[in-house]
């Protein structure tokens, strides 16, 4: 097959095009950012005007193409996040449909459901977590999908992986917190009791994707970890202890600090985090899915990286590339994670 994957650079992409390559699949990689004197890369911005012709050209004669980009906690430099998520995906289904691409399947997320308090299937309503930017994109996604044949969507958890190590420390660690003490068994960790959370390892994802594009699978496919993971095995497996706190206490917290820049979690991912639906994924597993990841332990491993600041380049790079942009000194060093429409 010869795949074209958008937002190859990224913590699933990569791990895509190791598999895709094991697969002895051909390859067109398209990012933001490419690697230097590296052939069988695009570089496109989806989000720009002119993105479409770029991407039209880019899908000529795919058997496939997989929009993974997303922007997930973009600096205030960068494109505003609509202009990626929402406009940059409305270029890459027209530009498949003007190229002819017979299958396509799409990055969604378990994010863009309507909370529910038992696991869902794929036919649960993507109404999406009022308060979270990251949930109500994911569920406009959604409904520009509605309708369109030869479009498979894939819905994960939380994915890690470790060389996304940098990138995860980034956005969700501030640089005044050495990444040497995460991890530590007497390091605490404040959840607030109630908390239960699906995890994913990217490779798991990438092999979902493959098995998709082999079956030419078409509608929504939940990827997650089983069993879900509850606020002490999450400690635990971050390699701490669980330091129980309110939701509320830590949902106030989060707002000045991330207003001042002093830690990149927007509360928004705090609302998502509480409300999330957990999922089912009877109907990937029938197409002979299997992880091969155990959550507890590809957390605990993403966590090790985190410690490292492991990484590799792009928006996974190390986390001491730029360390210390990420503190805003009375400015957000991220844009907002709320309703933005």
Request: positive net charge; glycine residues 10%; aromatic residues 6%.
């Amino acid at each position: 097959m010869r795949v074209v994957v958008t937002g190859a650079s990224g913590s699933v992409g990569t791990a895509l095009r190791r598999v895709l390559a094991d697969a002895g699949d051909a390859v067109v990689a398209i990012a933001r950012r490419v690697p230097a004197n590296s052939p069988g890369w695009v570089s496109c911005d989806i989000g720009a005007p002119a993105a479409e012709v770029v991407l039209s050209r880019a899908f000529a004669g795919a058997d496939a193409v997989v929009h993974l980009a997303w922007a997930v906690q973009p600096t205030p430099g960068d494109p505003p996040m609509r202009r990626t998520n929402i406009t940059g995906s409305a270029h890459v289904l027209r530009a498949a449909e003007r190229a002819g691409v017979p299958h396509v399947v799409v990055a969604s997320s378990v994010a863009a459901y309507t909370p529910a308090s038992r696991p869902v299937d794929e036919e649960w309503p993507c109404g999406g977590v009022p308060g979270s930017a990251y949930s109500g994109q994911k569920a406009e996604l959604e409904r520009m999908l509605v309708g369109r044949t030869g479009v498979a969507v894939v819905r994960p958890c939380a994915v890690v992986q470790p060389d996304a190590g940098g990138e995860l420390a980034r956005w969700v660690l501030s640089p005044l917190v050495p990444g040497a003490v995460v991890g530590r068994r007497w390091l605490p960790v404040p959840l607030w009791r109630g908390l239960r959370a699906q995890v994913v390892h990217a490779e798991d994802v990438a092999r979902a994707i493959r098995l998709l594009l082999a079956h030419r699978a078409e509608g929504a496919f939940n990827v997650a970890g089983d069993p879900p993971l509850d606020a002490r095995e999450l400690a635990s497996a971050m390699g701490g202890f669980l330091a129980p706190v309110p939701f509320a206490l830590l949902r106030a917290l989060a707002w000045p600090t991330w207003r001042w820049g002093v830690q990149p979690l927007h509360p928004g991912w705090l609302r998502l985090a509480a409300r999330a639906s957990l999922v089912d994924c009877t109907r990937l597993r029938a197409l002979g899915w299997v992880p091969l990841h155990e959550p507890r332990r590809a957390l605990a491993e993403a966590v090790a990286a985190i410690a490292r600041g492991r990484g590799t380049w792009g928006p996974l790079a190390p986390r001491d590339v730029g360390r210390w942009h990420g503190l805003g000194i009375g400015r957000p060093v991220r844009q907002s994670q709320g309703d933005v429409r």
